[in-house]
């Protein structure tokens, strides 16, 4: 089936810095990316949506200038959390989909903002 | 956009008995819709999905129904199992567009 290879897994990082979270289409061309933040205990949230070689879409209520998304080829997209916050810290996942498979899912990131 | 509401959000069974999540969507253009179970730190999975043009799936002991003209589905769950315990997420979307989640359901199974 489809997979999505998502890094890193584990992140900490000082609060002020930026970090980048990697998405890659191993066995299909993803056209589109959905990227997703997990609070503990809650639902995956929609945050933007990304399409290879255009801006991408962001949600209601999330910062574009601080969640940097970058979809510049049909196999990686990429999120830059941008000076990060502890409020920040979440689970980030992203999904595509393949119209034979469906949605896939990466694996997920914890960031952990100190 | 879309929004996905799904009850209850916490549901307690003894082992071998059925267990019913329940979810409504409000746009009634969604087509698609998929029902995932997680475990804590994990990716969510695949269980079992319905298009619109179906009423009900079943696969061994899960199955799904949709009502399309009330814009409600169900997760039947029978025979439940320890393993059964986890964090299930109802989700609808569109040919295409991103999955859009309801809340979750923390099933709990006690043998």
């Known amino acids: 089936g489809a997979v999505v290879s998502q890094h890193p897994s584990r992140v900490i990082c000082k609060s002020g810095t930026s970090v980048k979270i990697e998405c890659r289409s191993l066995?299909?061309?993803?056209?589109?990316m959905f990227w997703y933040r997990q609070f503990p205990k809650q639902s995956l949230m929609l945050m933007a949506t990304?399409?290879?070689?255009?801006?991408?879409?962001?949600e209601q209520g999330v910062e574009k200038d601080k969640f940097l998304i970058n979809h510049a080829s049909l196999t990686l997209s990429t999120l830059t959390v941008t000076s990060a916050h502890p409020e920040d810290s979440s689970f980030y996942i992203c999904?595509?989909?393949?119209?034979?498979?469906?949605?896939?899912f990466g694996s997920g990131t914890r960031l952990t903002v100190v | 956009g879309e929004n996905v509401e799904q009850h209850p959000s916490t549901l307690s069974v003894q082992e071998g008995d059925s267990a019913v999540i329940k979810c409504t969507y409000s746009?009634?253009?969604?087509?698609?819709f998929p029902w995932y179970k997680q475990e804590l730190g994990k990716r969510p999975q695949l269980i079992i999905d319905?298009?619109?043009?179906?009423g009900e799936k079943k696969d061994q002991r899960i199955a799904v129904t949709l009502n399309k003209t009330a814009k409600h589905f169900s997760l039947h769950i029978t025979e439940t199992q320890p393993e059964d315990s986890a964090v299930y997420f109802c989700?609808?979307?569109?040919?295409?567009?991103?999955?859009?989640f309801g809340k979750g359901t923390t099933l709990s199974v006690s043998s």
């Open positions: 999904s595509a989909r393949d119209r034979v498979f469906g949605y896939t």
């Open positions: 066995d299909f061309q993803a056209t589109t």
């Open positions: 990304s399409n290879e070689g255009s801006k991408a879409t962001y």
């Open positions: 746009d009634s253009a969604s087509n698609y």
């Open positions: 319905i298009r619109s043009n179906v």
């Open positions: 989700a609808a979307s569109q040919a295409g567009t991103a999955l859009i």
